[in-house]
């Protein structure tokens, strides 16, 4: 029987960063237990992009505190070989005519009052830009300079190496099969290596967090969605140079943004494949699905017709009915504190996310409350749905 302070279920992007943050702040005797390998799971097949503009605006504060640390990384985590391979490219999305015109209004509103440079461009400039795309369509254009796109490998391996040069253990291969309680306390995790001791054990288990039901018979709102991702080689290169690009006005809400130096990674920030199961293994991708996603591209960068695809890959995403993380203790379960139901955020939100948490579980004060993200809200019936409805631009 081993004996630790705090338990850490999962060492992706979250719970890598929970684990540094805890370090950081004086926990002693912390343990992180991953059933694989460090960032091998759904953070190794994230999009990496880097944003503040959502219309939930906890997202958006959580988010202006990830991008300060993604901004100068290898300080923020002490560690001159550490890198978030960010490219600060700047960030554009546009909406047509309508009710997504009027959301993307408020939400640049709101993100000004915040104090996050953002502009409304005109369709030249926005050109100017992103000379490859057409804007004639477009009703309104908001611009996040600060933003851009990152290596989510990178950053939670970083963060895990920087969280066991503070004392943090870390256990690879290890999967966790229930929380041990007495009278209802947490007292540690059986696991099959054995057990072990904790007063305290935060999951950051992502698309496996339906253990949390089995374990303790609290419902755990979240499904494992399965989104096709393509990477398109056109005509004209999708450089470095070029911004992030959401656009409001297809079907999907697909997002873009260079890979390679010179090909699109498009993607839809819509619903995609409901899993039965958590699985994180590569799934078909039909020609018909091919086509709908790089015809959406080609709909709004017109050289990209003449596209072929280059790769494609899937990546899976915990979601939650509306599209927003829980975050925080379950009461009915002391000791212990849960993190899940991202829904596409975890990336863009992982620096600040993990130093709330951190904090939540030492007692200390929180950059940011806790309690929008809290699990009651689904009884409650106090979602946080963004303006832009049900998707991954809450």
Avoid at 124 to 146: K, M, N, S, T
Avoid at 230 to 252: C, E, H, I, N
Avoid at 348 to 360: D, T, W
């Amino acid at each position: 029987m081993a004996s630790f302070d705090i338990i850490v279920i999962g060492a992706g992007v979250i719970g890598s960063s929970v684990a540094f943050h805890l370090a950081e702040l004086g926990a002693q005797r912390v343990l992180v237990l991953e059933r694989g390998r460090i960032a091998e799971g759904t953070t190794a097949q994230s999009s990496g992009i880097l944003r503040t503009h959502y219309s939930v605006p906890q997202n958006v504060d959580l988010a202006r505190r990830s991008w300060r640390a993604f901004e100068r990384f290898s300080e923020y985590v002490g560690d001159d070989e550490a890198s978030a391979g960010l490219v600060r490219c700047g960030y554009l999305i546009a909406a047509p005519e309508g009710e997504r015109c009027a959301a993307l209004s408020a939400s640049l509103d709101a993100q000004a009052a915040m104090g996050i440079p953002v502009q409304r461009l005109s369709a030249q400039d926005a050109q100017a830009l992103l000379p490859i795309a057409r804007f004639d369509d477009a009703a309104l254009i908001g611009h996040e300079p600060e933003a851009g796109f990152a290596d989510a490998h990178l950053v939670a391996t970083s963060f895990a190496r920087s969280a066991r040069r503070r004392g943090v253990r870390f256990i690879e291969g290890v999967t966790v099969q229930g929380l041990r309680r007495e009278a209802g306390q947490v007292i540690g995790v059986a696991t099959d290596e054995g057990d072990f001791d904790a007063p305290l054990v935060i999951s950051a288990q992502n698309i496996w967090a339906t253990d949390i039901e089995r374990w303790t018979g609290i419902a755990t709102p979240v499904v494992a969605e399965r989104h096709k991702v393509l990477a398109l080689q056109g005509p004209l290169g999708y450089t470095r140079a070029m911004p992030v690009f959401k656009d409001l006005a297809s079907p999907g809400m697909i997002y873009c943004r260079s890979y390679g130096g010179s090909q699109m990674l498009v993607s839809e920030g819509t619903a995609g494949e409901v899993l039965t199961s958590a699985d994180t293994e590569q799934g078909a991708i039909s020609d018909d699905d091919l086509l709908q996603i790089a015809g959406q591209a080609a709909e709004r960068f017109p050289s990209f017709v003449e596209a072929g695809v280059a790769s494609s890959w899937t990546g899976v995403y915990d979601v939650t009915p509306d599209w927003n993380p829980v975050l925080g203790r379950l009461p009915e379960v002391p000791g212990l504190i849960v993190a899940y139901g991202f829904s596409g955020h975890g990336f863009k939100l992982s620096p600040a996310v993990g130093r709330v948490l951190a904090q939540e579980a030492l007692g200390l004060p929180t950059d940011v409350s806790l309690a929008p993200y809290a699990l009651e809200r689904f009884r409650s019936g106090q979602l946080l749905v963004g303006r832009y409805g049900r998707g991954a631009v809450s």
